[in-house]
Structures are given as C-alpha cells and as structure tokens.
C-alpha cells in the first residue's frame, strides 16, 4: 500500500496460537497510521448502508453491535468495528473518512491516505479479481419457490380487491371512487410483490455473490436491481399508473374486455435471467419509452432553469461590511445565510458549522484521562458559561446565538445521558462502590481537561468557518440549486401517507417555484388543528372547509306540479349529512340558495317544510317561459354550495405517530386555494396552516411569509429526492425573488423588474429591445454586474477583483480606476 520505502508498524497479531494472524480490520487500522510517526488519530462513527439497529431490552440501542457489521467505528485511528463502503470511502459525505482526515489533519494526510488505499485496492483486484457472469443471477430452486408463493399471495390478494368492487363491497379511499380506490390498492400490493422479493433475494443469494457485494457496499444497484435480474421485474407505470388502455377497454387485445388483473395492465412476474413473455416485454418496452422521454424533455426544462438562475444571481457577492449586495448595491441580507458561515465547510447535519458528537469523540480519545479528576454534571456546567462568557463568544467577535445555544443544548443532552447511565449502572446497590464509580466514569464521564479541549476546539473552528467578503456566493447558490434540479428523474411522487393524492414534485415542481407561477397545478393547503389528537373533531373541521354540493346531500331534487302550483321538492339525505358531521338542514340549504345571484329568488319563494325537506317557487311570473324556468332551476340546484369554501375541492385527513409519546396526530390537507378561508375556519391553528402556493401566500400574508414559502417548498422538494443542499443557497434564492417586496420569478419579466442594467439585461433574452429602449431613454450604465464586466473587458467587481492596489501610498492604476461608464442615446 506505500511506496516500500515507507515504514509501516505491524499491530499485534489478532490470532497468536496455532499461527499469527491478523483481520482486515487491523489492515485498515495500518492504512490510516502505518507508523508511530504518523500523527493522525482518526476519531469517526458512520453507519454504512447495510446497518440495522439493535436495541437492548430497555430500549438503550447498541450501535456497535450492528448483525451487518455496519456501523463504522474509528478510535484514535484504530477501527474497531464496521466494514468501510460506499458512506464511509466516498459519496462526498461530509462525515466521510476523507472529509474528517482532511478538516483534522490537512490535505496531505488525505491524500496519503487515499493514495495507500488505491494502490491496496488496485493489488487486491489483480491478484483476486471480481467479475460478474450469468451463474451471479442464476436463482437456486428454493428462491424461485419462494418468488412463486410471493407473487401467488400478491395475485389473490388482488384478485379479492376486484372481486369486492365487481360486487360494489370495496371500501373507498378517502377522496377517491371505487375505480381509483381499487387501482391504488393493487398498484400497492404489487409494488409490495417487488420490495419482497429484493429482500428475498438480499437473504438467499450467497454471501460471495458479485451482484449483492456491489449493492451491500454502495458502489453501483440496490435490491430491486437485483430482483428484477434473479427473481421478478415488477410492476411497469406508465404516468404513474397500471398501463393504459391502448385497444377498447383492454391494455392489449391478448386479454379480456375490462380485466383488471396484474398480467393484463402492466405486471411482469419473469425476471431478466428467465425472460419476458411477449406481453410482458411490450409493457416493459412502455414503461422504458417513458423513460427515456422524461429524461430528454427534463434535460431541456433544467438547462434553461439553470442558466435563468445563474444570470439573476451572478452579481451577488458578500462585502466587507457582511452584508450580501448586488452590482448596484442593493442589500439582499444584511447577514449571509442568517449566522455568516461558508456552507463549503458545514459539517453537522441540517448546515449546522460543527459535528458536536464527533469533535466530543475526538477530545475524550485524544485527551486520556490520566490523573485529571472527572467532573460532575454540575461542574460541567460551570466550565461551559464560564467559557461562553468570554470575549471570543460575543456577537462583536462574530459569534452567533445559535452556535452559543447549539453547544450548550448538546452539552445539556450529555449532562442528561450521563445522569441515566449512571442511575442504570448503579441500580442495584445503596452504597455504590469505588470500582463501579471508576467504570461508569470511564465509559460517559468527561474530565475538564478534556471539556476545555472540546470546548476550545469547537470555539476555533467556529471562527475559522466564517464566509469571506468577496465571495461570489450568488453563482455558487445558483448551481447548488440547479445541478442536483437536473439529476432528478421522477416526476411526480405520491402526497406522504395519503395514496389518493398526487402532488407536483420534481423538476416541474422546482420549475413553478423559481417562476413565482400564479396558477400552481396542485395547490395544497396543510392545515394543523386547534385539537390534533381526536378523529371526530378532525372529520368536523373537514367538513366545514371541504366544499360540499347540494347534489351530494340531497336524496332528492323533484319538480312537482299541480294545477294551481308549480315547484321544486328538494329532500335531504339526513344520515349521510350525519356520517360526514356536517351541520346541515333545510335552513341552512335555504340561505345558501338565497346567497347565489344569478338565480334571483327571495326569501318567499323558498318555504322550509321540516327539518329536511324544502320546496323552491320560481320567481317566474309568465306563465309560458314558467316550465323552461323550472327545468334550468332542477339542473342548477345540484352544484349550489352548501357547507365549505368554494375552491377547495377535497380535503384528506392524515395522521401520523409521535415518535416520543407514539399518539396519532391529525392534520389536514385541502386540496384548492383559499387560504384565508381556511384560516379563519373554526378549530384550525391558524399560526400552523401553510400552503405550498407562493403566490397566494404573499396576497394573504405578505412578502415576508412568501419568502419562507419559497425557501420551505424548494427545501421540501429537494428532500422528497433525497438530495441535501444547504439552507443557505435556498435563502439566498428566497432573498432574490422577494427582496423588491414582490415575488418576482427568474424569468425576463423578473429580471426586469429587478432594475437590472442595459447590457445585463441584453446579454439574457431579448437583445434588440433592451438597447433600443436604452438608447431611446438615454440610460447610463455603470459597468458593475459580472456580465457587463465580461462584455467591456473590465476587471470583475467579486472576489480579488473588489479592492484596489495602493502602490507606494498613491492609488495604482487599480482594478477600477477606469469607472467606465456607457451611454445611450445620441452623442
């Protein structure tokens, strides 16, 4: 793994009798320190892909302990337990073997790392080989009978599901028909059929199998790879439902007329080692068409997103003063990113500056306790104020409240952990005796030695992490943004734990965010409730926002006719009215009709019977046009709302469970506008209600509000792909679209009203027209922006290029000493 000059140190045989020998795990422990003189004491815990917890039976988990052998521990360079893959080697973690070598111990030493490992893995390959070959994807008999009774369990299951709607038996989803109810139930249970067989598969395939060793470790597939070439492709979806129908009431006119059964809309039970059947490769042939389309039409909606954003954000730079302008000098943020840090070097999660577990680590195995006492929880607490109450944790100094709180929320958790330990430890004994001490303060005490090395590390390193003025952290947030936009593939996801409600995610997502679109297509109001924990008062508040028709609750709308009288009977289904805890009777349905204006009644021409039972006179006088007018009233009545708000067309409830009290918790999501409407609707938490329309939030809260918005949706979808990025880049974009006290899209017409110059505005989308309408109204431009510097040939105004030279004390011919200015118009 060296050069064989190096000198490397052998670590004590693990195996000393019959015959000395050492385990792969102490190889690495001599790749990360080959020798005494290397001073790197790595200190690291990573769970790796294949990790599983496992927890005690007091609930305590025990990490270490991991049945896969993955959680990754790293002690003083020493690894003592995990095996190293995908999370620990690569991906960019920021929590990675190299990231940590590298903020701790300097780019040599990762490097010189990274260099013994290649040359370790380049060896191991050419002497041993690894390869993959059709006998890797071969299933054993006892698989393929298990795969059989899988999909057999999947297809009766479906076959009772279309048996129950046959008979009309199907129990509805929330929001949906018998017929959408039923497609999501089966797309379920066979998406269901492939999850079970990629576990199936991880559990049976030998353990020196090519294809699962690739999956386990991180380096290329997963599961359902791996089924899809031993046991069974799955489901294809094509726009996300079953295959449609391309003949008369058939997917293919190999099936049946309106058979629903998984074969005949689009499930493939064979796998790639068994091969398709021809009905079965024509749906795969489908689901992968889509495929491909997808990905060429998102290339073109992501590369044009891309450069819009670049171009609007290209001038934002951090001055010397912190705050975050733009080339004429506006102020986006008074403080970049809220706390001024340099989100290239965040290292815990959520953006946070310092991994606090990990530098805790770090000090208690590089500082041995020695003879140092160990302090008690309240000393503790008298180290941290003491040290926070210095001159380097002032805000004059640059230290943010957040990091002061962050530290001492986690040093409070460590106070609070230790405590339990102790009370577990020390359970069964009154008098605790002085060995026991010893052992609980070895495991979780800290001494103050230690605590002030924490301490003094995370102090420093704070401080080291702060943004530097000349940062151009415009353009750096426009592509953290956009090129994770552009690796996104699915275009829509199902709404979390409701399957009945499809929401726009993704690309086309990202796309109606960043161009403030003021008709979103799916808007989504989430409302929290004043009581959250009860089913019943959940149902009531739904029914007061979700709007309800007159048709849906009435039994029956009649015109009854008499030789004196003409009218229309409308009868109310009572018991459904009951069911939806709706509040409503004759009365009510009276005064909605009254309230409708193009049908010109008053209050005499509606007489309540009883309680649900009224009868409409039409106000028609001439006794020609009086049956006509009938007819028009009987078809107009069924859409009159009676109860709930106009646009909001359905509402779903959701629950979820508390992790910590294991309570369900309801909220609901209105489907439609009307945010204000909702707000005021009794028991919903109006300080808890968001919607994901940027636009309506901004009518109906303000600017500041629709900020949050746009920050909240570009974060939430992001997370729905699984991709982090930085808080600060999203803030930055919400800063941008909002700070003229609009919301304005990165579009032409947004950047035009961000008072942009001629040339930059000339260099986007129409060229012509720009430095027309400049030379016509004489505008002088003052060669600031990025853009107009390239074009002029002029030094840059961000980064090195924001200050002068002075030479000698006089001022040099600096970077802009040459104001250049251009003017439009005659002369």
Request: charged content about 25%; some cysteine.
């Amino acid at each position: 793994m060296g050069s064989g000059m190096d000198p490397v140190d052998l670590p004590i045989p693990a195996v000393i009798k019959p015959v000395e020998l050492w385990t792969g795990k102490q190889l690495f422990s001599v790749l990360v320190r080959p020798n005494a003189n290397v001073r790197v004491y790595l200190n690291l815990t990573v769970t790796e892909k294949s990790y599983t917890s496992t927890k005690t039976e007091d609930g305590r988990e025990m990490e270490a302990m991991c049945p896969n052998d993955g959680f990754v521990y790293f002690r003083n360079s020493v690894l003592i337990a995990g095996q190293l893959g995908k999370a620990t080697l690569g991906n960019g973690n920021k929590n990675g073997l190299y990231s940590v070598l590298l903020r701790d111990y300097k780019p040599h030493a990762a490097a010189a790392c990274m260099n013994r490992l290649a040359k370790l893995s380049a060896q191991w390959i050419g002497n041993h080989g690894f390869s993959i070959g059709i006998s890797d994807v071969q299933p054993s008999g006892n698989l393929r009978e298990e795969k059989e009774k899988i999909i057999k369990e999947g297809y009766e299951k479906c076959y009772g599901q279309i048996k129950l709607f046959n008979e009309g038996q199907l129990q509805l989803i929330p929001g949906s028909d018998a017929a959408q109810s039923l497609e999501s139930g089966i797309t379920s249970v066979l998406n269901n059929i492939r999850d079970q067989t990629g576990k199936l598969c991880m559990q049976k395939l030998h353990w020196r199998n090519s294809p699962l060793i690739m999956s386990q470790c991180g380096s290329k597939g997963s599961a359902i790879n791996i089924s899809q070439m031993v046991a069974c492709v799955g489901q294809q979806s094509v726009g996300g439902c079953r295959a449609p129908n391309g003949f008369i009431d058939r997917s293919l006119p190999h099936f049946p007329r309106g058979v629903k059964t998984p074969a005949a809309k689009g499930f493939v039970a064979s796998s790639f080692y068994s091969g398709l059947s021809p009905t079965e490769f024509f749906f795969h042939t489908m689901g992968g068409r889509e495929g491909l389309v997808d990905t060429a039409v998102k290339t073109a909606d992501t590369g044009y997103l891309s450069r819009r954003l670049t171009k609007v954000m290209e001038d934002l730079c951090v001055q010397y003063d912190k705050t975050v302008r733009n080339a004429s000098g506006c102020i986006l943020q008074f403080c970049y990113g809220d706390d001024g840090m340099d989100p290239a070097v965040m290292e815990g999660k959520d953006g946070a500056p310092l991994d606090l577990p990990r530098l805790f680590l770090k000090a208690k195995a590089t500082c041995p306790a020695g003879k140092n006492e160990y302090v008690s929880p309240d000393q503790v607490s008298e180290i941290v104020r003491r040290r926070l109450s210095e001159p380097d944790m002032t805000p004059e100094a640059g230290c943010s409240a957040g990091f002061k709180t962050s530290l001492e929320e986690f040093l409070d958790e460590y106070v609070e952990s230790f405590r339990k330990k102790h009370e577990i430890f020390m359970f069964d004994d009154d008098q605790i005796p002085a060995w026991k001490e010893k052992i609980v303060q070895n495991i979780a005490g800290v001494t103050s030695r230690q605590l002030e090395v924490f301490l003094d590390t995370c102090i420093s390193r704070y401080h080291s992490k702060k943004i530097e003025g000349g940062t151009a952290i415009g353009i750096i947030g426009a592509q953290s943004i956009c090129e994770p936009a552009t690796q996104m593939t699915l275009k829509t996801f199902h709404f979390a734990g409701v399957a009945s409600m499809n929401i726009t995610l993704g690309v086309p997502r990202i796309k109606e965010i960043l161009d403030a679109v003021k008709n979103i297509h799916t808007p989504i109001i989430t409302a929290a409730l004043e009581c959250d924990t009860n089913e019943k008062s959940a149902r009531v508040v739904a029914g007061r926002i979700e709007r309800t028709s007159l048709g849906q609750i009435a039994e029956s709308i009649q015109i009854v006719m008499t030789a004196r009288s003409a009218s229309i009977v409308i009868t109310l289904d009572m018991s459904m009215i009951q069911d939806a805890h709706l509040s409503v009777d004759a009365n009510v349905v009276k005064e909605s009709i009254l309230q409708i204006r193009g049908i010109k009644l008053k209050s005499e021409n509606i007489k309540v019977l009883d309680v649900r039972k009224l009868e409409v006179f039409p106000a028609e006088t001439d006794r020609n046009k009086l049956y006509f007018r009938l007819h028009s009233l009987k078809n107009m009545l069924p859409s009159i709302t009676v109860r709930g708000i106009n646009t909001v067309k359905r509402v779903v409830i959701n629950n979820e469970k508390e992790a910590k009290t294991n309570h369900k918790k309801y909220k609901l999501f209105a489907e439609g506008r009307g945010l204000l409407e909702v707000l005021g609707t009794e028991g919903v938490d109006g300080c808890r209600t968001t919607s994901n329309d940027v636009m309506e939030v901004q009518r109906t809260l303000g600017i500041e509000a629709a900020r949050v918005c746009i920050i909240e949706e570009i974060k939430s979808t992001m997370k729905q792909h699984g991709m982090n990025i930085d808080c600060r880049h999203m803030i930055c974009v919400g800063d941008v679209m909002t700070y003229m006290g609009e919301v304005l899209g990165l579009t032409r017409f947004g950047a035009k009203k961000m008072e942009k110059s001629v040339i930059a505005l000339a260099s986007f989308e129409q060229v012509a027209d720009h430095l027309f309408n400049g030379c016509v109204n004489g505008r002088v431009d003052a060669v600031r922006g990025v853009s107009e510097c390239i074009i002029m040939g002029v030094p840059i105004r961000v980064g090195t290029g924001m200050f002068n030279i002075r030479e000698g004390g006089f001022s040099g011919s600096g970077a802009h000493d040459s104001n250049v200015e251009l003017h439009y118009g005659p002369g």
